[in-house]
C-alpha cells in the first residue's frame, strides 16, 4: 500500500511541476539551417500582403505596410524632427512622399529606398541563401523563435542599402516572419535595431491604401527656394496680396495686372577705379551706380504713375528707415502720364560721399501710387551694396535671391491615348523684371555619363504631344509663377517611362531641371 501511495505521489507531483513551469509546451525542436529554412519559406512565401508596426532607433515608432508584388507604406509615428502622419507610399505607378508638417506633398516615379524598409524581404532573402547559422531559440509571446545569424565580414550590402558585416534575426517558422532584427558593423557595432510589436498578415490590404489622397489644404512641393517666405516679424497685411510668398493662385494677376519691378546689372557702389597700364588703384571722387525700374501699364487706363524709395530692414519689409546720411538715392522720372499698353523705365541711382562706406546689403524698397488701377502691383524691393576693393566686398549681391524653380509633380501618369496635366513653377528673384521663358526637351531617363552627344540625346517620340502654357511671359521681381505642362499621348504610343528636362531662362539666370517622367501605361 505504501508503495503505491509513493508511486501516486510521485506522479501527482510531476504533473504539477510540469504544469507550473510549462513543461507542457511543445520545445523548440533542434533544426538545421537547411530544415529551419524550408519550413521558414513555406509559410514566408504564402504571405500576400502584411501590415506592422516597429520600432527603429533610425525611424523611431513606424507603422509599415506591404503587399505582392511591390506596393508600400511607411508612415512616421514619432520619428525625431519628423511631423507625426508624415508618411512614404508607392504602388505599381506612383509614389508619395507627404511631410505633414509643412502639409506638402511631392509625386515622383519612385521612391528608391522606400522597399529597404521591408525587414521581412531582407530577412527573406538571408534564409533563401541558406548562409546562415541557428544561434539558439527564445520564446516570447507564444511564439518559438529560432535565431539566425549570418556573417558578410569583412563588410557588404547584398542585404542593406548600407556596408554591414553581419546582420542577426529571431525568426518564426511557423509563420514565416522575423521579429527581432540588429545589424552590425565591423567590430560588433551595432548599426540598427528593429523590434516588431505587430505583424498581422494576408488581410486583404486594399489598393486605396497605397494610393495617396492629398489631406485637406495640402498641396505639392513645387521646390521653393528657401528665402522665398515672408520675414518673421513682417506683416502679411503690408504685403500685396499678389506678392505673398508661396501664393499659388497668384499667376493670372501677375499675368495682367499693371506691374513694375527692378531689372539691370547688381546694384554695387564701386568706390574706385583703374587707371593706366599698371592699372593704378584710383578712388573714386563720386561713387555711385543705378539699377532701372521699370513700369508695364498693360490694360489700365490713363493716369500718374509717381514713385517713392525708402530705406527698409529686410526684405518684404515696408516700413521706412533712415537713410545713411552719406548716401543719397534718387530715382528719374519719379513722375509721369501711362497711357495703356506702353512700358516706362525709370533710372534708380545710388550716391555714395567719397571713402565712406554703408552697412552690407542695404535694402531699398519702392512703392508706385498708379492713378485710376487699384491692382497695380508695383512693390519691389533691391539691395545696394559697396565695393571698395577689400576681398569679396559686394560679393553678396551675386550669392542669394535668385531665381528657382521646379516641378510640382516629378510624374504624370497618362495611359495611351489619353492626356494629363502637370504645374510647373518659378519663383523669380532680385532684379528679375522682364521677359522669361521655359521649355521641355527628351532626356534619357537614367544618365549614365557626361557630358553627352548630340546624337545620345533620344528624340520625342511620334505620338506624344507637349505644351508649355505660358512658355514666354513678362514676369517680375519676387514672384510666383505656376505654368501648365500639358501632355497627350497617341493610343500607338509603346508604354513606359518618357523623361524630359525643364531649361528656364529669366533676365539674371538660366536654369535646366531634369528629370520629369511622363509615365505611359496601357
Not at 554695387?268 to 587707371?275: D, P, Q, R
Request: aromatic share 12%.
Amino acid at each position: 500500500m505504501k508503495n503505491i501511495l509513493f508511486v501516486l505521489t510521485i506522479a501527482v507531483l510531476f504533473v504539477f511541476f510540469s504544469s507550473v513551469s510549462g513543461c507542457t509546451d511543445t520545445p523548440a525542436e533542434n533544426l538545421t539551417a537547411s530544415e529551419l529554412g524550408s519550413r521558414f519559406l513555406e509559410k514566408a512565401d504564402n504571405i500576400r500582403d502584411y501590415t506592422s508596426e516597429y520600432y527603429s532607433d533610425s525611424d523611431g515608432q513606424v507603422i509599415f505596410d506591404w503587399k505582392y508584388p511591390a506596393e508600400y507604406r511607411l508612415e512616421y509615428v514619432n520619428k525625431t524632427n519628423v511631423a507625426p502622419g508624415s508618411l512614404l507610399c508607392m504602388n505599381l505607378t506612383t509614389a508619395v512622399s507627404y511631410d505633414a508638417g509643412e502639409n506638402v506633398y511631392i509625386v515622383q516615379p519612385e521612391i528608391s529606398d522606400l522597399p529597404q524598409n521591408d525587414y521581412q524581404a531582407m530577412v527573406r532573402e538571408i534564409v533563401r541563401d541558406c548562409d546562415f547559422s541557428v544561434t539558439g531559440t527564445m520564446k516570447e509571446d507564444g511564439r518559438m523563435l529560432y535565431g539566425i545569424e549570418v556573417i558578410t565580414e569583412p563588410w557588404s550590402d547584398k542585404y542593406t542599402t548600407y556596408k554591414s558585416s553581419k546582420i542577426q534575426a529571431w525568426i518564426d517558422p511557423k509563420s514565416g516572419l522575423a521579429w527581432n532584427i540588429t545589424t552590425f558593423s565591423q567590430l560588433d557595432t551595432v548599426i540598427h535595431t528593429i523590434r516588431y510589436e505587430r505583424i498581422e498578415t494576408n488581410t486583404g490590404i486594399p489598393e486605396s491604401r497605397f494610393s495617396f489622397d492629398p489631406p485637406p489644404g495640402s498641396n505639392p512641393h513645387c521646390g521653393c527656394a528657401g528665402w522665398n517666405a515672408l520675414p518673421e516679424g513682417i506683416d502679411p497685411e503690408t504685403i500685396d496680396p499678389a506678392l505673398m510668398p508661396g501664393c499659388r493662385n497668384c499667376t493670372e494677376a501677375l499675368m495682367n495686372s499693371p506691374v513694375g519691378g527692378f531689372n539691370g546689372r547688381r546694384f554695387l557702389v564701386s568706390t574706385y577705379s583703374y587707371e593706366g597700364a599698371d592699372y593704378k588703384f584710383v578712388p573714386d571722387p563720386a561713387p555711385s551706380a543705378s539699377v532701372n525700374y521699370t513700369f508695364y501699364s498693360r490694360n489700365m487706363s490713363p493716369g500718374n504713375v509717381s514713385y517713392n524709395i525708402y530705406h527698409v530692414a529686410a526684405l518684404y519689409d515696408t516700413k521706412p528707415l533712415p537713410m545713411p546720411e552719406n548716401l543719397s538715392v534718387t530715382i528719374e522720372p519719379n513722375e509721369f502720364k501711362a497711357e495703356p499698353g506702353e512700358e516706362y523705365t525709370s533710372v534708380v541711382t545710388a550716391r555714395l560721399l567719397p571713402e565712406s562706406r554703408i552697412p552690407d546689403n542695404l535694402w531699398l524698397y519702392i512703392h508706385a501710387d498708379v492713378e485710376g488701377a487699384p491692382d497695380a502691383i508695383t512693390d519691389d524691393w533691391v539691395r545696394v551694396a559697396v565695393d571698395d576693393g577689400t576681398p569679396l566686398s559686394g560679393a553678396a549681391l551675386y550669392r542669394f535671391y535668385r531665381s528657382t524653380g521646379g516641378y510640382c509633380e516629378r510624374l504624370l501618369v497618362v495611359p495611351r491615348g489619353g492626356s494629363g496635366h502637370a504645374q510647373f513653377y518659378i519663383g523669380t528673384g532680385e532684379l528679375e523684371t522682364g521677359i522669361v521663358t521655359m521649355n521641355l526637351t527628351r532626356m534619357p531617363c537614367e544618365m549614365d555619363h557626361m557630358p553627352r552627344g548630340d546624337d545620345e540625346w533620344p528624340s520625342l517620340p511620334e505620338g506624344i504631344h507637349i505644351s508649355v502654357n505660358p512658355d514666354r511671359f513678362l514676369a517680375r521681381s519676387f514672384a510666383n509663377y505656376y505654368l501648365d505642362m500639358s501632355f497627350s499621348v497617341d493610343p500607338s504610343v509603346e508604354p513606359g517611362d518618357y523623361c524630359f528636362s525643364a531649361q528656364f531662362r529669366t533676365p539674371t539666370s538660366e536654369i535646366g531641371l531634369a528629370p520629369f517622367t511622363l509615365r505611359v501605361t496601357e
